[in-house]
Nanobody, 125 residues
Framework: VQLQAYGGGLVQAGGSLRLSCIASGLIFSRTAMGWFRQAPGKEREFVAIISRSGSSTPYSDDVKGRFTISRDNAKRSVYLQMNNLKPEDTAVYYC???????????????????WGQGTQVTVSS
């Protein structure tokens, strides 16, 4: 299984970025996907999750209303649209996946089995 995240970069506060993650080696349509981030000196934290059907999309309170997670099963990809970025959003962003039954949405980082390599997002003030 491989998850490849890309789309990070340097952006000014108030700007936008769109992260993408393409998966291979798994049945993507049966996999819940998530975005997590880790800032320097801090633990990795939950950002957003999307169920395998796309019908459930929980967000962390820190990003709710600014970030949108989506998926395209035909392209085996998950996206994170990040708007109104703040300096505190600076982190390495990781995509992750977990094979699930249709009605289950994983909610905790330790439930995810597959992890990508991360992409750096830096927001300047």
């Amino acid at each position: 299984v491989q998850l490849q995240a890309y789309g990070g970069g340097l952006v000014q506060a108030g700007g936008s970025l769109r992260l993408s993650c393409i998966a291979s080696g798994l049945i993507f349509s049966r996999t819940a996907m998530g975005w997590f981030r880790q800032a320097p000196g801090k633990e990795r934290e939950f950002v957003a999750i999307i169920s395998r059907s796309g019908s459930s999309t929980p967000y962390s309170d820190d990003v709710k209303g600014r970030f949108t997670i989506s998926r395209d099963n035909a392209k085996r990809s998950v996206y994170l649209q990040m708007n109104n970025l703040k300096p505190e959003d600076t982190a390495v962003y990781y995509c992750a996946g977990k094979s699930t039954i249709l009605t289950y949405t994983p909610m905790h980082m330790n439930e995810f089995d597959y992890w990508g390599q991360g992409t750096q997002v830096t927001v300047s003030s």
